[in-house]
């Protein structure tokens, strides 16, 4: 059997209130609607169409890498609708699964069931039902005497009978894909909203003498429906919870779980732990055996083995193996620490390659740096990179050793085991194997007596 899977995205999200289509909003650092991707490829689904219309191109381009088909629908006329405009990009004979880009919660295994079920009874069509404390907003299952389904009437159209129905249409549905095309051009838009319902395609196809079933899932936290910011939360903090289960089955120490945000993408190895109030943001890895936080935040950044962060923000930076961030370290944007460097508290660091067991302990500034090998910066330190227009390059050769604070005037070059005297301004390059010292004589000027004042 040859399977397609529609995901219905062309909607605005009303209730979203935002400038931004709804299924791009993001959670655990990943649109929604990548996680209904994902959810299709795990059930072994590859041809899938994605119907957009609100915000296309950003849409498109965002999943641009994903191997998908997009159809457009100019007009939001309704679910019924949308799924309409992908007629040309499925394959009639392909059993068909649609589901909304909403519903990010989805994983591949309830896919796989609906599948599998489709497989098992030989239906023309199934919706997958799910029973809600809550079922406001959702469409309410309407079953005939003998269990059947007999239609499905949503929230604004249904009576206050209906409305105390709690099993809801979870809005995934799979089809025989020839079957539910031809349904569809049959729809009409008399309900409350005006629209194209894909709901109504389910009567359709029985009144025509097709079997039609329901799949009850009770695997509630698969099937929400984003439609607020509320909601969205709720969703998001299910997938962080899912990651960091995952995370820790994989060997990874999380110790306070519900104190520590990382997201999807975030890879992390074996042994290392993860201690309270850290946030591990978007294409971050980290090696093994690794000590990260407390309190610490890193976003798209390369971590090796054996690395410990304490109380540090790292930012788009590269560490190799063995190093020591912080307390209170700020890694910037193309900061890259080769292997057993040390970086201590109170020390910035941007554009700068630290050259292996390099060490900058306290307090100071590196900016558009090279570092060589087993360089000493003292405390205090700062590259003077910017001269109000352009920004200069400091070389520290290997061994170099920095008294405390030296102030660096780019362009500078420091040749290999020089050193610099504590409080000096270096404005030129210095050779190798030199001390350079620039700094005035101390002077000492006897302090004159105090008059009395008495006299
Ligand atoms: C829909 C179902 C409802 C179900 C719920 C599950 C219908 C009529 N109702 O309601 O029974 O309980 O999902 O979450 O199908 N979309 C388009 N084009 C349109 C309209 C919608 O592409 O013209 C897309 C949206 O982008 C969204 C999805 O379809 O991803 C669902 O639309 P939405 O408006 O959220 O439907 P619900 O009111 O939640
Ligand atoms: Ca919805």
């Known amino acids: 059997m040859k399977y397609s899977a529609v995901i219905l995205a062309a909607g605005k999200g009303v209730r979203m209130h935002s400038q931004m289509p709804k299924v791009l909003h993001r959670i655990a650092g990943k649109p929604m609607i990548w996680y209904v991707v994902k959810a299709v490829k795990e059930a ?44 040309g990009s499925v394959n009639p004979d392909h059993t068909l699964v649609v589901l909304a880009g909403d519903t990010p919660l989805l994983e591949g295994k309830t896919i796989k069931k609906l599948l599998d079920f489709h497989r098992q009874q030989q239906v023309r069509a199934i919706v997958l039902s799910g029973l809600l404390p809550d079922p406001y907003g959702y469409g309410r299952i309407i079953r005939q005497a003998d269990g059947g389904l007999e239609r499905i009437v949503e929230e604004k159209d249904a009576s206050p009978d209906e409305k105390k129905i709690a099993e809801i249409n979870t809005g995934m549905y799979c089809f025989q894909a020839g079957a539910v095309f031809a349904a569809l051009s049959r729809l009409d838009r008399s309900n409350v909203q005006g629209e194209y319902y894909l709901t109504d395609v389910l009567p359709i196809l029985k009144n025509d003498g097709h079997q039609v079933a329901v799949l009850a899932t009770d695997e509630i936290d698969q099937i929400h429906g984003i439609n607020d910011r ?31 945000f990382i997201d999807s993408s975030v890879k992390i190895g074996m042994d290392t732990v993860i201690y309270p109030f850290t946030i591990i943001e978007g294409e971050t890895s980290i090696g093994q055996n690794c000590t990260i936080g407390p309190y610490t935040h890193i976003n798209d950044s390369s971590i090796g083995n054996d690395v410990a962060i304490e109380s540090s923000r790292v930012k788009e930076a590269r560490i190799s193996n063995h190093c020591n961030i912080g307390p209170f370290a700020y890694l910037r944007p193309e900061a890259e620490l080769q292997d057993n460097v040390k970086v201590g508290d109170f020390v910035e660091i941007k554009k700068s390659i630290i050259g292996a067991g390099s060490k900058i302990p306290h307090l100071s500034y590196v900016g558009d740096a090279i570092l060589g090998k087993q360089v000493n910066i003292g405390a205090g330190t700062i590259t003077c990179n910017y001269d109000g227009k352009k920004k200069h390059r400091t070389i520290l050769e290997d061994r170099v050793f920095i008294g405390s604070n030296t102030n660096l005037v780019a362009p500078v070059t420091i040749g290999e085991d020089s050193m610099t005297g504590a409080g000096s301004t270096i404005t030129r390059d210095i050779p190798a194997n030199t001390l350079a010292v620039e700094r005035a004589e101390q002077r000492h000027i006897r302090k004159m007596r105090k008059s009395n004042p008495g006299e």
């Open 44 to 87: 072994g689904i590859d041809d899938i169409t994605v119907v957009v219309g609100h915000g296309r191109e950003l849409v498109e381009e965002t999943l641009s890498g994903e191997n998908l088909h997009f159809v457009v629908q100019e007009q939001q006329l309704g679910t019924g609708h949308a799924l309409m405009q992908a007629q």
């Open 230 to 260: 509320v909601q969205m939360a709720q969703a998001e903090a299910i997938i962080r919870q899912r990651h960091n289960r995952e995370l820790m089955k994989n060997g990874v120490t999380v110790m306070a779980p519900e104190t520590t």
